[in-house]
């Protein structure tokens, strides 16, 4: 495709930089102190277009790259963030190099960025998943240059979002979340996350989605776990919520595996077909002189990781097919629902490697950070092109400004994570509990319950070879039901909204600019908020 329009300009990369800088150091410190980290997407589109749309020549496409660039640290924080933490946990006279936090970053940086491209292909251009936060920095970009009214909704969607994140998070007028029920012998105390973003997300989704998800958690939290005490199945709520939380990994890894077997599948029937006939997941991976790049970036990792001692050979070729299978999980779960589990996904290919080498303790957290960086990238990668293919710009030169972005945001994340350690006198404190990293630490002795771990993976395999969102399902037992009620109340909204006035409205057009708004306000104020506490 001719582009007629500068895109990757040098203004466009210098300012995705420095805005990369920030936003890199702050979501450092918020996945280190809240154990959550808000899409930046939205908030570095308003940016970029405040700076860059300034300039007369400009164009939504160099918009859109500068926000690519200025995105894509916040992800790559978030895995290590939410992993190498976990070494100090366990031992606060641990020695970590500087050379080895980049060894990990950089590697899980280039990684999510290669098998993103098989990723973008199949659920961006193919299956054209909503990517919520995706079209959230679309709709802002078109309503704040091009339609007026549609800006009046989104802008005035995002104000009561801002308002409604600051008197929740920073005054305390609101509290986080309502309870649906006290709980009892049988049912635990179950909630609602009062979030407008995750209900934004619920209504982007769509009602299939959303429902999906939802039955996931009535079915864990309503059903499995008070059924299973009432028959003996477990001895009491600890019991049942560690049944609970290994089947819904499972489900996860299951969705894992059935890829690997389309994968496969696919090398086979590709076999003997000319170069116009192949297709599927492996001819773009391997296709052309696409072959030459990714064996040699693969190769590359392989040896560095060996040779600098970070993982015994054989431990990292098999993380190169975790990392392969968990981002296109993370791909397809951030377009799925706007949830990206990178964490998760990096205790999975941990499991893996432990199940057929033996690593020792760092070796694991190395695998599991490695792979939480790669997914974290892939899935801010998939957000950004999935608001470029909308805009129509160049998908490769944006692939090779999220490649630059990540790079040298792994560089500015290791930074940060050291500069924090000192400043707060190490992790697992009440000044930075890092929750996900001390999860991934207890991870690193095995799986806790291996019979629901394996049943998840069964069901999650023949579920998405049907062609059922296995990976969502898994989402819904697997997360709180705070989180999981709150999107399905938003797909439920949209449903009732259609119903009285779809006849009369563009509903699905106006319920995407106010649930972009949602999304976009909320993350914003989560940026600024964790800026301001950084900087203080």
């Known amino acids: 495709m001719k582009i007629s329009l500068p895109q ?157 994140t600051v008197l929740r998070d920073s005054f305390g007028m609101i509290p986080p979340a309502l309870m649906l029920y006290a709980g009892g012998a049988l049912v635990a105390p179950l909630f609602i996350w009062l979030s407008p973003m995750a209900a934004g997300i619920g209504a982007i989704i769509g009602p299939a989605l959303s429902l999906f998800w939802l039955g996931g958690a009535v079915f864990a939290f309503l059903i499995l776990e008070p059924l299973g005490i009432r028959a003996g199945l477990f001895a009491d709520m600890s019991a049942a919520e560690l049944f609970r939380q290994n089947l819904g990994i499972g489900l996860m890894v299951g969705t894992g595996l059935a890829i690997i ?145 990540g790079v040298i945001g792994a560089v500015v994340a290791v930074i940060a994570l050291l500069v924090l350690k000192e400043s707060f006198g190490g992790f697992g404190t009440d000044a930075l509990p890092a929750p996900q990293a001390k999860a991934v630490s207890a991870m690193v002795g095995g799986l806790t319950h291996v019979p629901a771990f394996v049943i998840g993976a069964v069901i999650g395999l023949i579920l998405y070879l049907l062609g059922l969102p296995s990976a969502t399902l898994g989402l819904g037992v697997y997360l709180p039901f705070s989180i999981s009620s709150i999107m399905g109340a938003g797909a439920i909204l949209y449903m009732i909204a259609a119903g009285a006035f779809g006849k009369k409205r563009d509903i699905k057009g106006t319920t995407g600019l106010l649930a972009s708004g949602f999304l976009g306000g909320e993350g914003i104020t989560g940026v600024v908020i964790a800026i301001i506490a950084m900087l203080s």
């Open 261 to 405: 077997v389309k994968f496969i599948t696919q090398l086979i029937r590709n076999r003997g077909k000319k170069k116009e006939e192949r297709s599927g997941d492996a001819a773009i991976l391997f296709g052309g002189r696409m072959k030459w790049v990714s064996i040699g970036l693969m190769a590359l990792v392989v040896l560095v990781l060996a040779a600098s001692g970070t993982l015994p050979f054989f431990a990292a070729l098999l993380l190169i097919v975790g990392i392969y299978v968990t981002t296109q999980i993370a791909a397809l779960l951030t377009g799925q629902t706007g949830i990206n589990p990178m964490e998760i996904l990096g205790i999975l290919v941990l499991l893996l490697v432990q199940l057929v080498t033996n690593v020792t303790i760092v070796q694991g957290f190395s695998v599991a950070a490695v792979t939480a960086i790669a997914c974290g990238l892939a899935g801010d990668l998939m957000n950004d092109t999935k608001s470029g293919y909308l805009l129509k710009t160049d998908a490769k030169t944006q692939i090779i400004a999220e490649g630059i972005g």
């Open 8 to 164: 990757l300009t040098v203004r466009a990369v210098v300012v995705g930089i420095l805005g990369l800088l920030v936003i890199t150091s702050s979501s450092m410190y918020v996945a280190l102190r809240m154990g959550a980290l808000p899409w930046p997407t939205v908030f570095v589109t308003i940016v970029s277009l405040a700076i860059i749309g300034r300039f007369k020549n400009s164009n939504l496409n160099e918009i859109n790259l500068t926000h690519t660039i200025m995105s894509s640290g916040a992800m790559v924080a978030g895995g290590l963030a939410f992993t190498i933490p976990g070494i100090w946990m366990r031992n606060p006279e641990a020695t970590v190099s500087v050379s080895y936090l980049l060894i990990i970053t950089i590697s899980g940086a280039l990684l999510g960025t290669l098998f993103s491209i098989v990723a973008r292909k199949k659920y961006v251009e193919g299956e054209q998943l909503p990517y919520p936060m995706g079209q959230a920095a679309y709709r802002t970009l078109i309503s704040a240059t091009q339609n007026r009214k549609e800006a009046v909704v989104l802008f005035s969607a995002m104000a009561f979002a801002i308002l409604f």
